[in-house]
């Protein structure tokens, strides 16, 4: 009798398991997938994407006319940890594009939210969907803070800097 009514407790702590398991995967939707019943994404994260500042929680980002020597330090700490297995510091491939000349070509929240959204990017965002094609290679998660993606794109800034030392004739401003 003990045993049988174990065993039915049992089962019903299965089944409320299982059920708050479901629930929960069922309500939990990345950003990046928010798209209308119609498929397109909503009208202000189609408008970021069109003014070439991707998709993601960057919407903003202040870069100073300075660059910001603590920052990029700590943002090639960084580089070095978590990108350099897959991205070079010049124009050479690796796995992904270098990154020379890199904020000269897109804008700071482009970069950023390629670095904290990656999926996002690559399934919404033209620009990124074209890298994909281009390298056959999609950019996993890495992990990083919204702080720690800014150190690296002052960081990124240091390449630009020596990029237009090298190259008189890079005189694009950032986006």
């Known amino acids: 009798m003990v045993h049988n009514q174990l065993n039915h407790i049992m089962r ?14 069922m309500a939990c939707e990345p950003t990046s997938q928010k798209e209308a019943a119609d498929g397109k994404l909503p009208e202000n994260e189609q408008k970021l994407i069109d003014e070439g ?7 903003h980002v202040t870069v100073n006319d300075f660059l910001e020597e603590d920052r990029a330090r700590r ?7 978590r990108c350099q297995s897959c991205h070079a510091t010049d124009t ?4 992904g594009p270098g990154w020379a000349g890199i ?9 950023m ?12 965002d033209p620009t990124a969907g074209n890298l994909l094609g281009e390298y056959h290679t999609a950019m996993p998660e890495p992990g990083i803070s919204i702080g720690d993606a800014r150190d690296v794109l002052e960081y990124m800034r240091t390449l630009r800097v020596k990029t237009a030392e090298a190259d008189t004739t ?6």
Do not use: F, H
């Open 12 to 25: 019903i702590v299965t089944y409320m398991a299982a059920l708050a398991v479901a629930c929960t995967l």
């Open 53 to 59: 500042r991707g998709i993601g929680v960057i919407k």
């Open 75 to 81: 943002g090639k700490d960084i580089y070095e940890m």
């Open 92 to 95: 050479s491939t690796v796995v």
């Open 103 to 111: 904020t000269r070509r897109r804008r700071p929240e482009w970069i």
């Open 113 to 124: 939210n390629m670095m904290l959204n990656p999926q996002g990017m690559l399934e919404n």
């Open 170 to 175: 890079a005189t694009a401003p950032d986006m």
